[in-house]
């Protein structure tokens, strides 16, 4: 007697899906702690690991949370100094490289935080704070005082 091979039909419809999950690229304490669970789960239960090994790994744990909150802060203040930079450039004679290659000179009379980097107007063109490769001080007014 023989019997027929089963075969697997192929799924259709919303059954169908595979679960793809894309690769972490950095280290975070998820990871670290997913590590960490499965060397415990999977120690000899004659030479468990040692507590001393247990601690070094927790606080490696902390160290890099607190260096990551590190980054994250540096980060922060790098955008804030732009920011102020870029602000302190307000009425200002600035020099910048426009987007052909050529330097000019003008005065910077607004500034958007839109994008990743500041953007500041100048004569009427929006330039972005890294293109800026000088500053000469507040145009000259043309009007002269008057005399009482």
Same mark, same amino acid.
């Given at each position: 007697?023989?019997?027929?091979?089963?075969?697997? #039909?192929?799924?259709?419809?919303?059954?169908?899906?595979?679960?793809?999950?894309?690769?972490?690229?950095? &280290?975070?304490? /998820?990871?670290? &702690?997913?590590?960490?669970?499965?060397?415990?789960?999977?120690?000899?239960?004659?030479?468990?690991?040692?507590?001393? +090994? &247990?601690?070094?790994?927790?606080?490696?744990? #902390?160290?890099?949370?607190?260096?990551?909150?590190?980054?994250?802060?540096?980060?922060?203040?790098?955008?804030?100094?732009?920011? &102020?930079?870029?602000?302190?450039?307000?009425?200002? /004679?600035?020099?910048?490289?426009?987007?052909?290659?050529?330097?000019?000179?003008? +005065?910077?009379?607004?500034?958007?935080?839109?994008?990743?980097?500041? +953007?500041?107007?100048?004569?009427?063109?929006?330039?972005?704070?890294?293109?800026?490769?000088?500053?000469?001080?507040?145009?000259?007014?043309?009007?002269?005082?008057? /005399?009482?």
């Amino acid at each position: 007697m023989t019997i027929p091979a089963v075969t697997a #039909a192929p799924t259709t419809g919303m059954y169908s899906s595979t679960v793809t999950r894309a690769p972490k690229q950095t &280290m975070d304490s /998820e990871v670290f &702690m997913s590590l960490l669970v499965t060397q415990l789960r999977n120690q000899d239960p004659s030479s468990p690991m040692d507590t001393n +090994q &247990m601690i070094a790994q927790t606080t490696q744990l #902390a160290m890099m949370e607190k260096l990551n909150a590190l980054a994250t802060t540096n980060e922060e203040n790098f955008s804030l100094q732009m920011r &102020m930079a870029a602000a302190a450039l307000v009425g200002q /004679e600035v020099t910048f490289t426009d987007a052909g290659g050529v330097e000019s000179t003008g +005065q910077a009379t607004a500034v958007s935080y839109a994008g990743s980097v500041p +953007q500041v107007t100048v004569n009427g063109q929006t330039i972005a704070l890294d293109a800026i490769s000088g500053v000469t001080g507040a145009k000259a007014s043309s009007v002269e005082p008057v /005399e009482p």
